[in-house]
């Protein structure tokens, strides 16, 4: 039975198929692509949704600091893109990561990283998808035409937003105006999403809150996928242009707006607050490893394809340092948590014009990289039908557009009801994880495949430097600097110590009762007899406290302790993913040394390791659900229909 699951295609076969016309490329491609059209393809993949938006929400979490998750983001890909490259020359046919883990691991996990792909590719376009609707209704709000007496297009904040986000956000303005804050000083983005859901029309009780451009552009982008719509060269070729141009202005234009001041302190939150957008950064380099599905096209994939992926990591890691610090010294950095950022601090020193550029643009950046990945999930669904793996009638081509109809359908499915009602940060964290576990494997498989005589090798091999004498000297290292400079921390993490909740989280947590009991603590402790309870603002109070002073507060609280408190298997539950990475840690350096591994590879695998186990276990879960769906459809019908089962007694 585990013989079957993992059932291996060989190199030789899949480069047979392929010559056949059996794999995702006709036998007839020509080998056009070169360095510099390889590059574009990569930046023109990666500049996105992640610079136009995400970058926000990490920037916002991290203050200017963030600029270092986006360094060490770029080494983790610059480690999988080489196992990337390695296996794009071995394996020069399209599938990508899929393709790999059918040659490496067998089937089953085939099927796995199919599946991951999935996730990527569909939940990736559901963000890009959100993104692109917060920017489309900037630019219509930002319309004028005096003649026609148009000031503005405003669409209604229900049409124009997902449903989880409003909700949650009216629940949060209730919260904190129970805690005594006034609707006129909560964040915009609360009161923008409670006013959708104030304003939102009716069925019953339940809100109509869904965010139709969104779904708008979904359809639209599917209709130009069915119709056969695909982008050349020279298109991919100028729409980088164009992104660059944008960006470059950006820079060239905000940075005369910096305010110094705005990067001090650097790191206002720590190294938790820079590492809470692991899931943001770590999007916005979504994209890369689609160069390696080009490697039929190539000239020399042996040679180019790493080049390529090298230099569109680096450009734009460039680019992204460079407007992380530019938006965080425009505006302070707790102001960036919103869906347009760029547009939205042009708009904070009143220069609507670049405001206007820069939304148009990026309507029109974004809708090419949802026509990217639309066409490419389709692909990957054809690619397993193809195997055995998925229903014949996803690999069903249209006679008449030459296009996989039936996949593409269901693709603009898949994407557009989960828009209507999925936020943006649920979204981008489940696409991470499915990525970055897709990293993990194709850094795995190389190093499997790493001494075995059997495998045809390519022209292009990752740089071998032996990793028993870096891993554990690292790992060791690493473990001193833990129990010495970090102490604190790390006892806490092993025993699990209690932990007080933050601010915003205690007070969004009491009842009626509970906060009356609070305020009147406040107003006790601290004389305000001129204010009344009602009247006090225990979030921006209690905020405004140092960290003994706070904690002194939450202990003479009489407030029940669960609710004061993170303990117990509550606290420990968020920490099993570092737990995971600490003992894959182990056994990956046993390996190490037993195995002589190759260095590039296992940094690579441990990098990648490490941003999954930063997600949270909520994110893990999600996957894990995912997983297991996955899994049930495999074996009702993947694992019978595979076209390797009928050949099984049969070397292929």
Known sequence: MLQKLLRKKSISKILADAEKGYGDHHPSLKKTLGVRDLTAFGIAAIIGAGIFSTIGKASADGGPAVIFLFIFTALACSFAAFAYAEFASMVPVAGSAYTYSYVAFGELVAWIIGWSLIMEYAIGNITVAISWSDYFTGLLSS??????????????????????????GHKHAEALVNAGKSYANLDEATRIANNAWMTAPRIGDFHVVADLPALGIIILITWLVYRGMKESRNASNAMVIVKLAVILLVLSVGIFYVDTDNWNPFAPNGVSGVLKGVSAVFFAYIGFDAISTTAEECKNPQRDLPRAMMWAIIICTVLYVAIALVLTGMVDYRLLAVGDPLAFVFDQVDLKVMSGIIAVSAVFAMASVLLVFQMGQPRIWMSMSRDGLLPKSFSRIHPKYQTPSFATIVVGFVVAVPSLFMNLTIVTDLCSIGTLFAFVLVCTGVLVLQNRPDIQRGKFRIPYVNSKYVIPVLFAALLVLAFTKYKPETTNFIFNTTKVYDPTSFVTSLDETEMKAVQDQITAEHQLAKITAINTDAEAYLGSLSTADYEDFIANSAVDAEKKYDSGWS??????????????????????????????????????????????????????????????????????????????????
Request: aromatic content about 16%.
């Open 143 to 168: 319309i004028r035409i005096p003649a026609l007496d148009i000031n503005g297009i405003h669409l209604p904040g229900w049409m124009t937003m997902d449903y989880l986000t409003a909700f949650n």
């Open 571 to 652: 606290l420990f539950a968020h920490k099993i993913p570092m737990w995971i990475f600490l003992i894959l840690c182990v056994v990956i350096t046993y390996y190490c040394v037993v195995k002589n591994l190759s260095l590039i590879p296992v940094l690579g695998l441990l990098s990648c390791l490490y941003m999954m186990c930063e997600l949270g276990i909520s994110n893990w879960v999600g996957f894990g659900i995912w997983l297991i769906i996955g899994l049930v459809v495999y074996f009702l019908y993947g694992y019978r229909h595979s076209k390797l089962n009928a050949n099984y007694q049969e070397k292929i």
